[in-house]
């Protein structure tokens, strides 16, 4: 697995060599001062250590954080819209999908999301691990680091049943349609 920072524009031609030879290749594109990116980089950092236990030997696998003022010479990466945009690269550059557009269900920048945008890309699991899910390798990294923080769900408690305050806005009294909005002309409505 390898990981690389690019901060300078000769650092640049190593993306595009590693796309040359065939490498699998996520790449985050930050803008220094956006609020979005700053808060997607530290979330982007951990999965080096994330999967360096899972991956480490898997020679294909290259995590990029680059800042956009060196996008310029990156010929293979398309059109970046907006910032953070993350994109993977891959099959010698003839594939290339934005993270928005992948198949994974949750897309909220995390740790654990990337994680799992990573597998289904490269669909091989070189781990060295006991589990093979990188959510668990994660878990169990940064189990020692979490702080305990209680979180309280506020929990609605909703009276009326199932139906949702825009339905019942809708409902129209003075000609209500059915039994059950009849009751709840007559008994519900507050």
Request: aromatic share 8%; proline share 2%; with cysteine.
């Given at each position: 697995?390898?990981?690389?920072?690019?901060?300078?524009?000769?650092?640049?031609?190593?993306?595009?060599?590693?796309?040359?030879?065939?490498?699998?290749?996520?790449?985050?594109?930050?803008?220094?001062?956006?609020?979005?990116?700053?808060?997607?980089?530290?979330?982007?950092?951990?999965?080096?250590?994330?999967?360096?236990?899972?991956y480490a030997k898997n020679d294909k696998l290259v995590v990029v954080d680059v800042n956009k003022d060196?996008?310029?010479?990156?010929?293979?990466?398309?059109?970046?819209d907006g910032f953070p945009t993350m994109k993977y690269i891959g099959n010698h550059g003839k594939t290339?999908?934005?993270?928005?557009?992948?198949?994974?269900?949750?897309?909220?920048?995390?740790?654990?999301?990337?994680?799992?945008?990573?597998?289904?890309?490269?669909?091989?699991?070189?781990?060295?691990?006991?589990?093979s899910s990188a959510t668990h390798v994660y878990n169990r990294l940064t189990k020692s680091n979490r702080?305990?923080?209680?979180?309280?769900?506020?929990?609605?408690?909703?009276?009326?049943?199932?139906?949702?305050?825009?339905?019942?806005?809708?409902?129209?009294?003075?000609?209500?349609?059915?039994?059950?909005?009849?009751?709840?002309?007559?008994?519900?409505?507050?």
């Open positions: 697995m390898h990981i690389l920072h690019i901060n300078s524009e000769k650092d640049v031609s190593k993306i595009d060599k590693m796309i040359k030879q065939g490498k699998d290749v996520f790449i985050l594109v930050y803008m220094e001062g956006c609020g979005p990116c700053n808060a997607t980089r530290p979330e982007w950092a951990k999965i080096e250590s994330a999967l360096k236990d899972q060196f996008m310029q010479s990156v010929k293979m990466i398309g059109k970046v290339v999908e934005a993270y928005e557009n992948s198949s994974i269900k949750k897309k909220d920048r995390s740790v654990s999301s990337f994680i799992n945008w990573i597998e289904s890309k490269i669909n091989k699991m070189m781990s060295t691990t006991q589990t702080n305990h923080v209680k979180t309280r769900r506020h929990s609605k408690t909703q009276k009326g049943g199932k139906w949702s305050r825009k339905y019942k806005r809708r409902i129209n009294c003075r000609s209500p349609k059915g039994f059950s909005q009849k009751q709840y002309c007559k008994y519900g409505r507050k």
